[in-house]
């Protein structure tokens, strides 16, 4: 299916005013606004149609803005819990699974719903495109796209802060196309946001995006898409860990588009969404019924995500305040910002692999987490329908499967680099890259 030709029919449509255009290539935001707002992309086929096992993440193709199929996707699978649920007293919920899990059908190798966005960012690339991919992460997106750009011959540059290469692992040497510049010790993912944005200003490097990316988005959305087409039903509650949101706002563009398919329901899931104490800059926001999110002290910000287990969960410059953004969604659909600790995690973490039979990421685990204490706290119903979106798991299982091999950095910067020598370090590791 490599490479196979695949354009799905959609227009773009700005969420703030609601004006639609023709996606002219690699759009990010509408033309000729100057408000801020996410685009979304509006399908032809309003009915969702899924493909047979074999097409991977792309049996959902009809809802994902791509003009090619690539190889080696995994699609998250959905399944009714049983000791979790029996654990917490609940009699409806349902998880759905990124990672490795091969019993249960999904065999993402970086273990991680990162794939999802890898898959369907790099399928919306036109297979004519010769510039460089340009992707910061905080680890696990760098994973996924350093799997899917080397399995597929796309050059790629990551920006990862130093500290996080340990996550940085692949069960086969990359490609050379693949090449990683890094934030020095000491610094986090706004440090790396920071030099892939000085990259973004050369003509050599095309940006990811991130959030207003709507191939992001709609690639993490599947994971509802998992549920819905499992369940036959929207779900009433979403749990998920969030760092910069966008999941849970493909979670909710995910849910209008199952209110307009008509065959699922007609109510909006509650988003139940979490960050890691003491970093959680969205639950300050929104406690405070803020669409800004409130000033944080740079140096004392690298100080909480030192301290945080959930390192992807670390953005500090969330797509929350955007128009679009997650206080939008939560707005229009219910929910809130729940918190959990490491040690909180840990215990959920440790419960579900018990329980359930596969290890999680510590992100899963803060969901998890916060999951329990929801119940506990009677937040929600033992009889409601819940999905928890487990964003990570079966790491520690390949790890024992399988020979890994990591991703060195080709160059580390300072955390204030100079622009120019950025640019030109970075476009001269790619002079040699065969592609």
């Not at 036109?126 to 080397?150: D, M, P, Q």
């Not at 790629?156 to 510049?181: G, Q, R, S």
């Amino acid at each position: 299916m490599a490479d196979q030709k695949s354009k799905t029919n959609y227009i773009l449509q700005s969420v703030n005013t609601k004006n639609t255009f023709e996606d002219a290539g690699w759009m990010m935001v509408a033309p000729n606004e100057e408000m801020p707002s996410l685009i979304r992309a509006i399908y032809e086929k309003k009915q969702l149609d899924v493909k047979d096992e074999s097409f991977g993440l792309y049996k959902f193709s009809d809802w994902l803005p791509i003009n090619r199929m690539l190889e080696g996707s995994s699609a998250p699978t959905t399944y009714k819990s049983e000791g979790l649920a029996r654990e917490l007293g609940l009699s409806n919920l349902w998880v759905t699974f990124s990672g490795y899990w091969p019993e249960k059908g999904v065999t993402m190798e970086t273990c991680s719903f990162k794939e999802t966005e890898a898959y369907s960012v790099c399928g919306r690339l036109e297979a004519s495109n010769e510039k460089i991919l340009n992707v910061a992460s905080a680890g696990n997106t760098a994973r996924a796209f350093a799997k899917v750009c080397s399995d597929n011959n796309i050059p790629l540059i990551l920006c990862v802060p130093e500290d996080n290469l340990n996550a940085l692992w692949f069960e086969k040497p990359l490609n050379d196309c693949v090449k990683l510049a890094c934030s020095e010790k000491g610094s986090d993912y706004y440090d790396a946001i920071f030099l892939s944005n000085l990259l973004s200003e050369s003509e050599d490097f095309i940006c990811e995006g991130g959030a207003r990316n709507v191939a992001r988005r709609d690639g993490m959305a599947t994971t509802v898409l998992s549920a819905a087409t499992a369940i036959g039903k929207i779900p009433e509650y979403y749990f998920q860990a969030v760092g910069s949101g966008t999941g849970a706002v493909a979670a909710w563009e995910a849910n209008l588009r199952l209110l307009e398919d008509g065959r699922f329901g007609t109510n909006k899931m509650k988003l139940m969404v979490s960050q890691n104490i003491p970093f959680v800059p969205m639950q300050d926001a929104w406690r405070a019924k803020s669409r800004k999110i409130l000033p944080l002290d740079d140096n004392l910000a690298r100080k909480q995500v030192e301290e945080i287990v959930a390192k992807v969960l670390s953005n500090r410059k969330p797509a929350y305040t955007i128009f679009g953004g997650l206080f939008d969604a939560l707005n229009d659909a219910g929910g809130d910002v729940l918190t959990a600790t490491n040690e909180e995690a840990f215990e959920a973490s440790k419960l579900f692999e018990e329980l359930e039979g596969n290890d999680i990421h510590p992100a899963a685990g803060i969901a998890t987490a916060t999951l329990i204490n929801a119940v506990k706290n009677n937040k929600v119903d033992k009889d409601a329908l819940i999905m928890l979106n487990i964003t990570g798991g079966g790491e520690e299982r390949l790890k024992k499967e399988k020979e890994l091999f990591y991703l060195k950095p080709s160059l580390v910067f300072n955390i204030n680099p100079e622009g120019n020598e950025v640019r030109e370090k970075v476009a001269a590791l790619f002079k040699e890259c065969k592609v």
